[in-house]
C-alpha cells in the first residue's frame, strides 16, 4: 500500500506519537521541514537514532538532532565537492592538453572515434555516445557563450574550450576512452598512480562528486565501485576482511584516500584541516551520536588523522 500525503501537522504528529521523538518546539519543526521536506531530512537521517528492534527512535532523540546531522552532512558535502572541482578541473586541463598535443586543435578530432580506444564492443558503444554527447555542444548553438563565439569566429571549438562546459562524468568517460598514451601521460601527472588506477579513482570520485552536487545523503554514501588498493591503506593499517579492506574503498574515506594522490599537498592538506575541524566541531556539539558511531557511519579508521604523516608511496 502506497504511503498517503500527510500535511506539515500530520508530520509533526506521526513523529512524536508513532515514532517516539522529541518535538518541543513545533513551529520550528514545520519551517525546517518546510525547508527540507520530511523525505529528505527524516527519510534521509533517521536510522542512525533508530532503535532496530522496534523500528521507533531511541528514547531521548531530539527532532534537533536529526536536523543536526542533517546540516553537518550539508557542510560534508560543500567541503567535499569543493576540493573534489580542484581535481575535476586539472582533469579537464590536463586531457586537453595532452589530447591536443597529439592530435591538434580541430573539433573534428575530437569527434572523430578513431581518435579513441575504439576496439571492443563496449568502448566502441561508449565512444560513439560520448561523441555523440561531444557534438551537441558545437554542431549547434548552446548557452555557452565562448563556445558559441568560438564556433561563430573560428568556425571551430578546440577541447581546451570545451571541457569547461563538460560535465567531471563527460572528462572522466573521455580519459578512460583514450588511447593509453595519452592516458599515462595524464597519469604521470600524480604520484604513484598508474593509467588504470586512474580510471577506477576517477569513477569513484564522480559518483561522490555528484552525491555533493545534488544534495544527497553523502556521509554513509557507498559506491558500487571501488578505488585501488594503494600504500596508504598499509600504511594506516586498516583492517581486512579476506582480502578486500574494511575502509577506504568505496565509502567516504575512499574520497579522503584519493584525494591525497590527486591533489597537491598544500591543497591536501588544507582540505585535512577543515574536514578535521568540521567533524571535531560536530562531536564536541553534539553527544546523539558518538565519535566511534559517526566514524563507523563514514568509513573512517579511528586513526585517519594520521594519513598527513605518510607519503603517498
Known amino acids: 500500500m502506497s504511503k498517503v ?16 521523538l522529541l518535538i518541543e518546539d513545533e513551529i520550528y519543526a514545520k519551517e525546517i521541514l518546510r525547508q527540507t521536506s520530511y523525505y ?19 528514547d531521548g532523540t531530539r527532532f534537533e538532532d536529526i536536523v543536526e546531522l542533517y546540516y553537518f552532512d550539508e557542510s560534508l558535502r560543500q567541503l567535499f565537492l569543493r576540493y573534489l572541482i580542484k581535481v575535476e578541473n586539472e582533469i579537464k586541463s590536463q586531457v586537453s592538453y595532452y589530447f591536443t598535443e597529439k592530435n591538434g586543435e580541430s573539433q573534428n578530432a575530437y569527434l572523430d572515434r578513431t581518435k579513441y580506444n575504439y576496439i571492443g564492443k563496449k568502448n566502441q558503444r561508449d565512444i560513439d555516445r ?37 560535465t567531471f562524468g563527460n572528462i572522466s568517460k573521455m580519459y578512460m576512452l583514450l588511447p593509453q598514451d595519452i592516458q599515462s601521460k595524464v597519469s604521470r601527472n600524480y604520484q604513484c598512480i598508474n593509467e588504470r ?4 579513482i576517477l569513477t569513484v570520485l564522480v559518483k561522490f562528486r555528484n552525491v ?15 578505488i585501488p588498493d594503494l600504500p596508504i591503506h598499509v600504511k594506516l593499517n586498516i583492517p581486512q576482511k579476506g582480502v578486500q579492506y574494511v575502509n577506504g574503498k568505496n565509502d567516504l574515506f575512499s574520497v579522503v584516500i584519493a584525494l ?8 591536501y592538506k588544507s582540505f585535512i584541516k577543515e574536514l578535521k575541524s568540521l567533524i571535531e566541531k560536530y562531536l564536541k556539539k553534539h553527544d546523539s551520536i558518538s565519535e566511534q558511531e559517526l566514524y563507523e557511519r563514514m568509513g573512517f579508521p579511528e586513526n585517519w588523522k594520521k594519513i598527513t604523516r605518510y607519503r603517498k608511496q
Not at 8 to 18: C, P, R, V
Not at 40 to 55: Q, V
Open 130 to 166: 560520448l561523441i555523440k554527447i561531444l557534438e551537441g555542444y558545437v554542431i549547434k548553438p548552446t548557452d555557452y557563450h565562448y563556445i558559441n563565439h568560438s564556433q561563430k569566429k573560428y568556425g571551430n571549438v578546440p577541447l581546451w574550450v570545451l571541457t569547461n562546459a563538460l
Open 5 to 20: 500525503f500527510l500535511n506539515y501537522d500530520q508530520q509533526i504528529e506521526k513523529l512524536k506519537k508513532e515514532k517516539n
Open 212 to 226: 555533493c552536487a545534488h544534495g544527497e545523503r553523502l556521509f554513509t554514501y557507498r559506491t558500487a565501485d571501488s
Open 40 to 58: 529528505s531530512l527524516i527519510g534521509g537521517y533517521k536510522d542512525i537514532f533508530k532503535n532496530p528492534t522496534t523500528k521507533k527512535y531511541k
Open 197 to 200: 588506477q586512474m580510471i577506477s
Open 260 to 267: 591525497k594522490y590527486m591533489l597537491s599537498d598544500y591543497w
